[in-house]
């Protein structure tokens, strides 16, 4: 059969858990229902190998970077609509048929999951954080900040060629238009957020980074900004209790007071191994 879509999925030093993604993907799909891509960028593991056993078709590169391994991917994938899948995020043969029908509806040229996040492992004040977080991103979710989206062979030209961004999830958001974009609630992630207030803070770096050069690439980020009385709403409502709220207040007030202390001064951001496995765990 052909293929009814294309996945593209970049991984660096991805062993311990691309086994268990690529069989989320591939467990209920008929034989050649999808058409995936990994890509092992500059991995001294065995990624590239664990990703063969599976039976997906497996490129390799020394040269790093998560963009550059999105471009060799996506210039080898044959099929549309495509999928672009993070290495530890897991998406099931279900989730990304759900995306592809959702592509198929008029007018919608991208779409991506909706995140279900796995804090096994978090510490009490993570656990909070992401709760509240997640919270009050739900109403304006996109296709950033949950490990997959999704691009029709229309949307696609809107993306790629992809530059060199730390954030290709947010330059495929903010080429389109909130109607042209949907967040499909048939379709979820599986997605493993910072286990510790610390490695949320870095992640934060990169963020803003990423930000920053999406602005100075003309694609600026237009997040609502957070108010009090949105976390005063959600605990209202009884979606977050009071001490949820003082705890995302406060690292929120930390992250703030980090950020000017490092605005002048030039700040590195690396891959965050909290949020995966140990090899061989």
């Not at 993907?25 to 890509?39: D, H, I, N, T």
């Not at 996109?142 to 530059?163: D, I, K, Q, T, W």
């Not at 290709?168 to 042209?180: I, S, T, V």
Request: charged share 25%; glycine share 10%.
């Amino acid at each position: 059969m052909d293929p009814i879509a294309g996945v593209v999925i970049p991984a660096h030093e991805e062993e311990a858990g691309i086994a268990a993604g690529l069989a989320q993907l591939l467990s209920g799909a008929r034989p050649g229902e999808f058409e995936v891509v990994v890509v092992a960028n500059a991995c001294t593991d065995r990624t590239a190998e664990v990703a063969r056993g599976a039976g997906v078709r497996v490129l390799e590169t020394p040269e790093p970077g998560k963009a550059n391994a999105l471009r060799l991917g996506d210039a080898a994938c044959r099929t549309f609509p495509r999928l672009y899948l993070d290495a530890d995020v897991e998406l099931t043969c279900e989730s990304a048929r759900a995306l592809v029908a959702a592509l198929a509806e008029p007018g919608v040229l991208a779409c991506a999951p909706t995140p279900g996040w796995d804090l096994d492992g978090a510490g009490p004040v993570a656990r909070r954080l992401h709760r509240v977080h997640d919270a009050l991103v739900a109403p304006s979710r996109g296709l950033a900040g949950v490990g997959c989206y999704a691009l029709s062979e229309e949307g696609h030209a809107r993306v790629f060629p992809l530059p060199d961004v730390i954030s290709d999830d947010g330059w495929a958001h903010a080429g389109f238009a909130p109607e042209e974009r949907r967040s499909v609630p048939g379709a979820r992630t599986r997605v493993r957020p910072a286990r510790s207030v610390a490695a949320h803070l870095r992640r934060r770096v990169r963020v803003r980074l990423g930000n920053r050069q999406l602005a100075e690439l003309g694609r600026p980020v237009t997040a609502q900004p957070l108010r009090l009385g949105m976390l005063a709403a959600l605990v209202r409502q009884r979606k977050a209790g009071p001490l949820d709220a003082a705890c995302y207040l406060a690292v929120l007030m930390v992250d703030r007071v980090a950020s000017r202390l490092r605005r002048n001064r030039q700040v590195s951001w690396g891959r965050d191994t909290s949020s995966r496995p140990a090899v061989g765990a």
